[in-house]
């Protein structure tokens, strides 16, 4: 096996982290950080998990104050480095990541995180990326730094944390080709060629003759650029980074495809498509199991299996409502019904029947209006549907 110039320096600092960290390989379900086989064989030829937090322990090489100087610098051919990790069944854990800085922004622009700066650490292992962005105008090495804030559910920061990582990129120039004569026959994707003879690429394509598309963030899992910001993904894969997987068989009760063929259920379900409920006996009345035998019942019902009707719930059920003036819109009240002027219907007299001059683009099905193709609404006097709006709905 062939190591890469920085190998033999890397391997020993990460055989030593190897040594740690399968001493301190997670046994439970607490917080923890890890590149993967994958990743680490990539840098240094070796396949091994390499862990900077593990069982909620940051380990100690990380907490070593000489540590950032024995790393080596990142090579140019790495753009991206892959973390994994996971909070654990039954712990909490809130992230921040700050400083995310570069020290030489002639030569690299600020690292950039595939997911949102702030959020909540993934109860299941969850993998992110780290794009370390070469501007190609030159090359050199650029200092950068990644800061990380983990805290758990009471508002305390783990063990070790906040962690700040002072780390370097090697960064090559983007040679190009010199003239051309056929440049302007050569240059694609709309592409034009200079008085140099030299392609000149639309913003989104990059190479000698303009036929590289550029996605940012980058492609994952396997993905393949195809044009400007658009990822075809592997076979599994979807999102607009291929960034998701998808699920060949349909997750069930509320539950979310988030890896290839891997659900995350919603609290109360379980299984590989959340179809086990931990509710023995369902919860009835549009109840929503939320734990082991814990129903959340719908307004208007209560006990253990939302079975139990409140007495207001029953009242209002019984009781109608009485009719007024101001229910009433275009008609009067007779006794608790509303009686409507010529021209309305319906229990309020809010309705008007549909006629030719109302339904535009259509005709009458009774008091409707049936549509034309390519118009929409009560009236048909609209050329795009409306948007309905959706409540956002948490787990």
Not at 152 to 167: C, F, M, V
Request: hydrophobic share 25%; glycine share 10%.
């Amino acid at each position: 096996m062939t190591l890469r110039p920085y190998g033999h320096v890397l391997l020993i600092i990460w055989w030593t982290a190897a040594i740690v960290a399968e001493k301190e390989r997670p046994k439970g379900g607490d917080m923890s950080l890890w590149i993967d086989e994958k990743q680490v064989k990539e840098f240094s030829g070796f396949p091994m998990e390499i862990f900077a937090i593990a069982d909620g322990t940051v380990l100690p090489y990380i907490l070593d104050p000489n540590f950032e100087k024995y790393l080596p610098v990142i090579p140019s051919e790495v753009s991206s480095v892959n973390f994994t990790w996971k909070s654990g069944d039954n712990k909490q854990y809130n992230y921040n990541f700050e400083n995310l800085q570069s020290f030489n922004e002639d030569i690299l622009s600020n690292p950039v995180i595939s997911i949102e700066t702030k959020g909540r650490v993934p109860k299941k292992p969850g993998v992110f990326q780290v794009f370390l962005p070469c501007l190609g105008n030159r090359s050199g090495v650029a200092g950068f730094s990644i800061g990380l804030r983990i805290v758990n559910e009471n508002g305390k920061y783990l063990e070790g944390t906040p962690l700040l990582l002072r780390l370097q990129k090697q960064c090559a120039e983007h040679v190009t080709q010199g003239p051309d004569p056929e440049c302007d026959k050569k240059c694609a994707n709309r592409g034009w060629c200079n008085q140099q003879k030299i392609c000149e690429c639309q913003k989104g394509y990059m190479g000698n003759y303009c036929r590289t598309a550029l996605c940012y963030p980058q492609c994952m899992n396997g993905g393949t650029c195809i044009s400007p910001g658009v990822c075809k993904c592997a076979d599994g894969y979807q999102g607009p980074h291929c960034e998701g997987g998808i699920c060949r068989e349909k997750c069930l009760n509320g539950g979310k495809c988030i890896q290839k063929d891997k659900c995350k259920c919603r609290k109360g379900y379980y299984g590989p498509r959340c179809e086990y409920s931990k509710c023995t006996i369902p919860c009835l009345n549009g109840g929503r199991c939320i734990g082991v035998n814990q129903c959340r019942c719908k307004r208007g019902y209560s006990g253990g299996q939302c079975d139990q009707q409140n007495k207001r719930q029953k009242e209002r059920r019984r009781r109608p409502r009485p009719c007024t003036p101001r229910r009433c819109k275009h008609g009067v009240c007779v006794g608790n019904a509303c009686r409507c002027e010529k021209g309305w219907y319906g229990r309020k007299c809010n309705k008007r029947p549909c006629t030719p001059q109302r339904c535009k683009h259509g005709i009458c099905l009774g008091n409707r209006c049936q549509c034309e193709k390519g118009w929409y609404g009560r009236k048909c006097n609209r050329s795009h549907p409306r948007r309905r709006r959706t409540k956002k709905r948490y787990v």
